[in-house]
């Protein structure tokens, strides 16, 4: 059986199910064909197929990222793709693969930031969580912070505590001022007691750190 069949779309499936045990058969058999084959099949019309085969490519990514990382390049062509499914798909396996291939990471971030402003809030997610990777990257960690500092000050308030406490384990003695200055920054301007509460527990735990 190839690959292309044992998606969701080739089962007459409408759940994602099917999608997700194949990745985790992928892994298990560590199927670097199978992998070769979904990535070839993203570029396909058949809008079903390409959409099964990102799904399938992030799973594995976030079980066995060395599986899927010799395709980064594929994978930021993507970004450029006019399927907003395809393109937080590759945000997303490319998140998972940030610490697998900085180099090439770090290189397409003008794409990555450019995706991330015309995308979705799952394509801004995962352009935070390279961001953080990177960010923990002492060759990438300046440029990167700074690209983060950025994206904190611009985001969603929806959004913006959870980029903030995920950022925590690489605030360090270099950045710690900058950061606690945009997170207070924009304390002010969120109306949500949860949210609030949320971004008043990150400063806490900065002072304390």
């Known amino acids: 059986m190839t690959a292309v069949s044992k998606l969701a779309s080739s089962l007459n499936r409408r759940d994602e199910l099917p999608n997700k045990v194949f990745a985790k058969q992928i892994v298990a058999k560590n199927d670097k064909a199978a992998v070769k084959e979904l990535v070839?099949?993203?570029?396909?019309?058949?809008?079903?197929?390409?959409?099964?085969?990102?799904?399938?490519?992030?799973?594995?990514?976030?079980?066995?990222p060395k599986l899927i990382a010799r395709y980064v390049n594929e994978l930021i062509s993507l970004l450029d793709a006019k399927s907003n499914r395809l393109q937080w798909g590759a945000m997303m396996a490319l998140n998972t693969i940030a610490n697998e291939d900085p180099k090439s990471i770090y290189a397409a971030l003008a794409k990555i930031i450019a995706a991330a402003d015309e995308g979705s809030v799952i394509t801004n997610d995962h352009c935070a969580g390279i961001l953080i990777k990177l960010c923990a990257n002492k060759k990438y960690a300046d440029d990167a912070f700074a690209l983060l500092n950025e994206r904190l000050l611009i985001s969603p308030e929806n959004q913006f505590p959870s980029y903030a406490e995920n950022a925590l384990p690489i605030i360090n003695v270099k950045?710690?001022?900058?950061?606690?200055?945009?997170?207070?920054?924009?304390?002010?301007?969120?109306?949500?007691?949860?949210?609030?509460?949320?971004?008043?527990?990150?400063?806490?735990?900065?002072k304390n750190k």
């Open 40 to 64: 070839e099949n993203l570029i396909t019309k058949n809008k079903g197929i390409a959409s099964d085969c990102i799904k399938v490519i992030y799973e594995v990514g976030l079980l066995k």
């Open 175 to 206: 950045n710690k001022a900058i950061f606690i200055q945009t997170v207070t920054s924009r304390l002010s301007g969120i109306e949500q007691d949860t949210k609030r509460r949320r971004v008043e527990k990150i400063l806490i735990k900065l």
